[in-house]
C-alpha cells in the first residue's frame, strides 16, 4: 500500500477501521486516507439519504465556500465549469452575476432539479473525460469543485484530468471539510465509503504542489455560531423526517413528504432559537480566541505554477 496523494510507501499510521474500510494518516504529506480508496459509485450517492434530504429541502440559497467565490463580483465574459454541480445553487448565481455556467454532476435526480428550478441548461450527467469528448473546443476560466475532493478516489488523478478543461491562466476553486474543525457535524458521514480523504490546511499545500498548483486564496473558515449549531442538528436526529421520505417514496404518495417539510421547518425554528440563546456562549469563545481557523471547511483557489 502506498499514500494516495505522495506515494509514500512507510510511515503511513493506522487509525482505525470502518465499515469495511481502514483509515491511515500519512505521515510525510499529511493526508488521512482509506484503505480502500473506492467510491461507492452514483446509485450508492443517488439513495443515500443525506443526500435525498438535500435535494428536498434545497432552498436555493449558496453556502459559505460558494460565496468566497462569488464575492469577487461580476464576471462578464467568463466562464466557469463546475464539477459536481447538485442541484445548481451555486451555477445559478453565478449565471447572474454574468458567468457563462456550465456544470457536470453523475446524480441525475439532482440535476432534474436543477433544470426545474433554475432553467440551467449547460448542465449535463458526465464524467469530465466525457465532457471534453463532446465539446473538445470549450476551456475555462475556472473549474469549480466544491465538497468534491473528500469524495473522490484517486485526489491526484482527479486534478490532472481537469487541468484539461482550464485555459491557460486559468484558476480552479474547491472547497472541503476541514479535519481540525472545532465541532464536528458530519459523524458518520464523514467516513468511508462517503468520504475517502480528510483534509487540513498543511496536507491541502502539500498537495497543490505535487499537482503543480499553487494557492493565490486560501480561507480556514472561523469558527462560527453556525458550526455549532449544525452540531447540535447532528447529535438530535430523530430520524423522523428520514422515515418520512423512505414512507413517501414506497407508497408514491406525497402526504408523508408534506408533513417531512412542515417537520424540517418547525425545526429550523427551533434551532434559529436555540442559536440566539446560544449567543452568549459565543461571545466567551471569542474572547479566548478559541475560533481562528476552527471553523468546519476550507475553501481554496489555485492557480498552475508557472515553469
Ligand atoms: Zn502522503
Not at 434545497?58 to 463546475?82: P, R, V
Not at 432553467?119 to 469530465?128: C, E
Not at 491557460?168 to 474543525?181: E, V
Request: net charge positive; proline share 3%; hydrophobic share 40%.
Amino acid at each position: 500500500m502506498e499514500c494516495c496523494i505522495c506515494k509514500a510507501g512507510e510511515n503511513l499510521g493506522f487509525i482505525k477501521e470502518i465499515n469495511g474500510y481502514k483509515l491511515y494518516q500519512c505521515a510525510r504529506c499529511g493526508i488521512i486516507f482509506s484503505d480502500p480508496m473506492k467510491n461507492p459509485g452514483s446509485s450508492w450517492y443517488e439513495n443515500a439519504e443525506i443526500y435525498q434530504i438535500g435535494r428536498l429541502f434545497s432552498t436555493g440559497k449558496t453556502a459559505w465556500y460558494h460565496n468566497q467565490f462569488l464575492k469577487m463580483g461580476e464576471a462578464k465574459g467568463k466562464n466557469i465549469m463546475d464539477l459536481g454541480c447538485g442541484f445548481g445553487q451555486f451555477l445559478n448565481a453565478a449565471k447572474n452575476l454574468g458567468y457563462d455556467a456550465y456544470g457536470i454532476d453523475f446524480d441525475t435526480q439532482s440535476l432534474e432539479v436543477a433544470r426545474e428550478k433554475f432553467k440551467l441548461t449547460n448542465i449535463s450527467q458526465a464524467t469530465i473525460e466525457e465532457f471534453i469528448k463532446i465539446n473538445p473546443e470549450i476551456k475555462f476560466d475556472y473549474v469549480t469543485f466544491f465538497e468534491v475532493l473528500e469524495h473522490v478516489a484517486s485526489p491526484v488523478d482527479f486534478i490532472n484530468g481537469l487541468k484539461k478543461l482550464l485555459k491557460t491562466n486559468g484558476q480552479i476553486a474547491f472547497s472541503f471539510p476541514n479535519r481540525d474543525r472545532l465541532f464536528d457535524p458530519l459523524g458518520e458521514d464523514d467516513n468511508p465509503p462517503n468520504h475517502l480523504t480528510k483534509w487540513n490546511e498543511n496536507s491541502l499545500i502539500k498537495f497543490l504542489d505535487i499537482c503543480g498548483f499553487e494557492a493565490v486564496k486560501l480561507t480556514v473558515k472561523d469558527l462560527k455560531k453556525e458550526d455549532f449549531i449544525m452540531f447540535l442538528k447532528s447529535k438530535f436526529k430523530t430520524g423522523l423526517i428520514k422515515k418520512m421520505i423512505r414512507e413517501s417514496k414506497k407508497e408514491s404518495n406525497s402526504k408523508p413528504l408534506k408533513k417531512a417539510r412542515i417537520l424540517n421547518n418547525i425545526k429550523e425554528t427551533v434551532y434559529f432559537l436555540i442559536s440566539l440563546i446560544a449567543s452568549p456562549v459565543f461571545w466567551l469563545i471569542y474572547l479566548v480566541g478559541a475560533y481562528k481557523k476552527k471553523g468546519g471547511g476550507i475553501y481554496c483557489q489555485a492557480r498552475l505554477k508557472l515553469k
